[in-house]
C-alpha cells in the first residue's frame, strides 16, 4: 500500500512558516548582537574609568606613603634626641655625685 504524499500546498505552506520562523531567529540574534556589542561598548568605558580612578589612588597611595615616611624618620630623631637628652641627664647626675 502506497503512502500518501502530503498535498504540494501543505509542504509550501510548511517551508513558508519555517522561513518566517528563521526569518524571526535571525531578527532576535540581531537584536542579541546589538546588545552584545552595546553592553561591551559600555564596559569598556566602565574599565577606562575604573584605570584612571586606580592610577590616580595609586598616586595618592604612593604619596601618602611618603609622607608617613618621612613622620615616621621625624618621630625616630625625637625619641633618639629624648634618650640622648635622658642618658646626658644621668651622665650629669652621676658626675655630680661621683
Known sequence: ???MAPPED???ER???LDERFDRTDERILAVDKRVAETAK???RRLKEMNRRID??????????TEMNSLQTTFQRGNFALIAA???VI????????
Open 56 to 65: 590616580e589612588n595609586t598616586a595618592e597611595v604612593k604619596g601618602l606613603r
Open 42 to 44: 559600555a564596559t569598556d
Open 10 to 12: 501543505a509542504l509550501t
Open 1 to 3: 500500500m502506497p503512502t
Open 86 to 88: 635622658v642618658l646626658g
Open 15 to 17: 517551508f513558508a512558516r
Open 91 to 98: 651622665a650629669a647626675i652621676l658626675a655630680k655625685v661621683g
